[in-house]
């Protein structure tokens, strides 16, 4: 949180300690990432990592839920709680307000990176092969220039696509964050970054694949894959349990096809979840008409 906080100075930490009808405490980190009129953008966490209230004993029950979710929505326009999808609360039924469903996939880790590889389709290892036979070489990434040279290659995805890529300052606050918690891997040919890959270690035993991009010239050549067999590799030698592979369906509810397809050739299972996402209809209008004003300046 910390690192977020310094990389977007107008943020701000919104966490609350929220008292629960059995007496018990419940501490929610989140941050404050916009503001319309009287109302807050409220994000456990951005970014689409993770976040969840925490208590010191026990398990959060379904009214526990209720009530956190309740108590801090009060003056929000948005609030978000994206829950960790391995975690008991992360289900539809234990989110009676703003149970949004999503599914994603999970590669379960022996410790022993031969038996995991062993799962990966005869395809997908032929692409990895072929990747390094083209030249393609996988390498950790290290330091600022190594994220920003990540945050470049975005970019240049988010052009082809029409879409805007994560800020910079993102990418330069996940670069000041120990080399234990943040795995860049970059996928370079000729000495030119042609794919990345970036995975967090959040907490022991899992690891969460965040977020990968390809140049689009070089896409036949499957960098990505080659980045993915390192990078699983490196989960296990570390004596990760599970390797959580992001949204594999939208937020429309449509499944993301290809996404669904590598990561099943990975030998990863599908897995549903849910979050937690409330909003104010009249907030939201707000904020939009806000944008384009802003726009049209």
């Given at each position: 949180?910390?690192?977020?906080?310094?990389?977007?100075?107008?943020?701000?930490?919104?966490?609350?300690?929220?008292?629960?009808?059995?007496?018990?405490?419940?501490?929610?980190?989140?941050?404050?990432?916009?503001?319309?009129?009287?109302?807050?953008?409220?994000?456990?966490?951005?970014?689409?990592?993770?976040?969840?209230?925490?208590?010191?004993?026990?398990?959060?029950?379904?009214?526990?839920?209720?009530?956190?979710?309740?108590?801090?929505?009060?003056?929000?326009?948005?609030?978000?709680?994206?829950?960790?999808?391995?975690?008991?609360?992360?289900?539809?039924?234990?989110?009676?307000?703003?149970?949004?469903?999503?599914?994603?996939?999970?590669?379960?880790?022996?410790?022993?990176?031969?038996?995991?590889?062993?799962?990966?389709?005869?395809?997908?290892?032929?692409?990895?092969?072929?990747?390094?036979?083209?030249?393609?070489?996988?390498?950790?990434?290290?330091?600022?220039?190594?994220?920003?040279?990540?945050?470049?290659?975005?970019?240049?995805?988010?052009?082809?696509?029409?879409?805007?890529?994560?800020?910079?300052?993102?990418?330069?606050?996940?670069?000041?964050?120990?080399?234990?918690?943040?795995?860049?891997?970059?996928?370079?040919?000729?000495?030119?970054?042609?794919?990345?890959?970036?995975?967090?270690?959040?907490?022991?035993?899992?690891?969460?694949?965040?977020?990968?991009?390809?140049?689009?010239?070089?896409?036949?050549?499957?960098?990505?894959?080659?980045?993915?067999?390192?990078?699983?590799?490196?989960?296990?030698?570390?004596?990760?349990?599970?390797?959580?592979?992001?949204?594999?369906?939208?937020?429309?509810?449509?499944?993301l096809e290809g996404v669904r397809q590598a990561k099943e050739a990975l030998?990863?299972?599908?897995?549903?979840?849910?979050?937690?996402?409330?909003?104010?209809?009249?907030?939201?209008?707000?904020?939009?008409?806000?944008?384009?004003?802003?726009?049209?300046?």
């Amino acid at each position: 949180m910390d690192a977020l906080l310094d990389a977007f100075p107008r943020w701000r930490d919104a966490s609350r300690v929220i008292g629960l009808p059995d007496g018990r405490e419940a501490l929610l980190p989140m941050l404050e990432t916009d503001r319309v009129g009287p109302w807050r953008w409220l994000d456990a966490m951005p970014f689409a990592f993770y976040g969840a209230p925490l208590v010191r004993e026990g398990r959060l029950s379904s009214a526990n839920m209720t009530h956190i979710l309740r108590e801090c929505a009060r003056g929000a326009g948005w609030l978000a709680v994206n829950l960790d999808p391995c975690e008991p609360l992360a289900r539809a039924e234990m989110i009676p307000v703003g149970a949004v469903s999503l599914t994603t996939h999970l590669l379960e880790l022996a410790g022993n990176f031969e038996q995991v590889y062993s799962g990966f389709t005869k395809t997908m290892r032929y692409d990895m092969r072929r990747a390094e036979r083209e030249g393609v070489v996988a390498r950790r990434g290290a330091g600022r220039d190594d994220f920003l040279a990540y945050f470049r290659l975005t970019g240049r995805v988010a052009g082809q696509r029409g879409t805007a890529p994560y800020p910079q300052a993102l990418y330069e606050a996940l670069a000041a964050l120990p080399a234990e918690r943040v795995s860049l891997w970059l996928a370079e040919l000729e000495d030119r970054v042609i794919g990345g890959l970036l995975n967090v270690h959040y907490t022991p035993g899992r690891v969460l694949h965040w977020a990968s991009a390809i140049d689009p010239g070089y896409a036949h050549l499957n960098p990505t894959k080659l980045l993915q067999r390192e990078a699983i590799r490196e989960a296990c030698e570390r004596g990760a349990a599970v390797y959580i592979m992001g949204p594999s369906v939208g937020f429309d509810g449509r499944p993301l096809e290809g996404v669904r397809q590598a990561k099943e050739a990975l030998g990863a299972r599908p897995h549903d979840y849910a979050i937690a996402i409330v909003s104010n209809n009249w907030a939201m209008r707000a904020r939009a008409l806000r944008n384009r004003l802003r726009i049209r300046r």
